[in-house]
């Protein structure tokens, strides 16, 4: 992962006490040769403890500010270390290549798969570059792209879901972003090959899902899902994005509620103290539960295949016939 | 005391001195031409003069797209819950059940027109901006269903503003079992006409509004993804002139055919005449 300054969110602070402590500790006793483990393993334990406990008892917002971390594994940090071969594809064959989106032919335990995901940048530079992880509709016209040739060639189709949304401007509009993103829907309820979704970050609305309709929906522990953010929630409910908090409150958008509410199949434990903390870790927990639901797909025929997954979206939404 | 005296005559009232009872006027909202009343009704609320699309409610379009006394309507009794617990939201559906009523954000039903049976679905912009929540999607599914089952095509006109906040994720997740059942019309050749009107933008605009075999869009309707007030506070400046109207999208590519209301039902049914394979209407059917 490129080297980005160490954040810690408000809630974290006490984190970074303790672990300055340790550092500090630990400097001290290579400096003078002493040895302090002694010392230093309660101080240790404590610091776990205390990241369970933190983490345990994160609110809806606390949980958005974690899956926006600055420092949170973004989709090529998991293809990175939970993939191999990969072979990055780019372009729309239409308009231009969207850096917001990436993906690319790669092996997951050895089998071959298309792996596409929403990018985000690590910097300033970067971030510009890839739009902050807000897609254009060329982003989603080469995911789809890609997808019919994963089609094509029998492999399927595995996509990581990291965006605050699709890009909402002048030449997103004018080039069909909501033409882009209704086409990747109906092409994918479509697609004769199992896809598997996971949503990694943020799961930023209609961006999100036009790389989320698929067999399998997973959720890393501390990612969100949500058809608004809190804060633009915020400020249509109550003219006020400051009352973000509620609105987070109020949209059910961590892991567990949409497990609830029947919306994703699975989360995926992250490492203590979220993603970020342990990027390796998380990366093993994502791979692992990724092969899992590729093997849950083996051996439906492609027709069975799409019925399945059109039945699983019709059964979708909360009603009452009075 | 003045060398003249000015005759003294009752005044005529307001009411005698008008032939016309001033309810028999209207007034164009956008460029303000006065007309009688009658003639904006005859032209489906179009301004006579500029050719301004009034909102009308989704009855109006029924009436407009439907043979007379055809229209029965469907699913009339599926009802919102508030799966979320989203506060004020039950209040909310109450109000616009009242004011609006019970067929939610949806109208839907199957009628005729020009004597082709068709299954037809109109959004109602007054019933919470016309968002998707559970209900509309539930509406949708079932109406493409319907068309599925009896080779019967589906007419939706849109206006919404896009997806139900207060419910959440599901109703997010409206815009993808909307989309398979679009994709099944597509893989069996059931013909979707999709008619946009104002507005058409968020989560509807990214599934089934511009998921239709044919997509048509009303005069100065706007349709985009992001509405116009998200994308100024995004690029920080004025949007051009004309921006996300229905006659930017068609030089864009992203719609067919813009087409006035008064030939909405012309054009509909000769479309679903031509891609079934019937011959035109009046001609010896």
Redesign the interface.
Known sequence: MAAAPIVHLDFEKPLEELQRQIDRLRQLASERQLDVEREIAPLERKLAELKREIYANLTPMQRVLVARHPRRPYTLDYIDRAFSDFVELKGDRLYRDDPAIVGGWARLDGRPVMVIGHQKGRDTKENLRRNFGMPHPEGYRKALRLMHLAERFRAPVITLIDTPG?????G????????A???N??????LRTPIVAAVIGEGG??GA??L??ADRVLMMENAI????SPEG?AA??WKDAGQKE?AAE????TAR??YS?G?VDEIVREPLGGAHSDPEGAARALGEALKGALKSLEGIAPEELIKL??EK??R??????? | MAWFRKERRPRTSARERLEIPPDAWDKCDDCGHVDLREKFERNFQVCPQCGYHRRIAARRYVELLTDPGSFVELFG?????D??G???YRERIETAYRQVGTHEAMLAGYGTLTGVELNLGVMDFAFMGGSM???V??KV?RLARRSLERRVPLVIVSASGG???Q???????????T??????L??NGVPFISILTNPT???V???????GDVILAEPGAV????GPR??KQ??GQD??EG??TAEFLLE???VDAVVPRPQLAYTTAALIRLMLGLPPAGAGD
């Open positions: 699709a890009y909402p401007g002048l997103a509009e004018e080039r069909g972003q909501a033409e993103i209704a086409r829907l109906e092409h994918m309820a479509a609305s209609g899902l036009a989320g309709l899902y949500s058809v608004i929630c249509i409910l509620r109020a949209l059910k958008l509620d949409l509410l919306v997954r059109a979206y019709l979708m939404g909360r009603y009452i016939e009075s | 009794n599926l009802r919102s819950t799966p979320l989203f506060e004020g929540g559970s209900v999607g539930e599914a997806a139900r906040m419910e959440g994720v599901l109703s997010l997740m409206q815009m993808a079992k989309s398979v059942m679009m994709a099944q597509k893989e933008t968020g989560g605009s990214a599934s089934y509004a511009l998921q349709i985009g993804f992001a998200v994308i995004t690029i949007l051009p921006f996300q864009h590519g992203m």
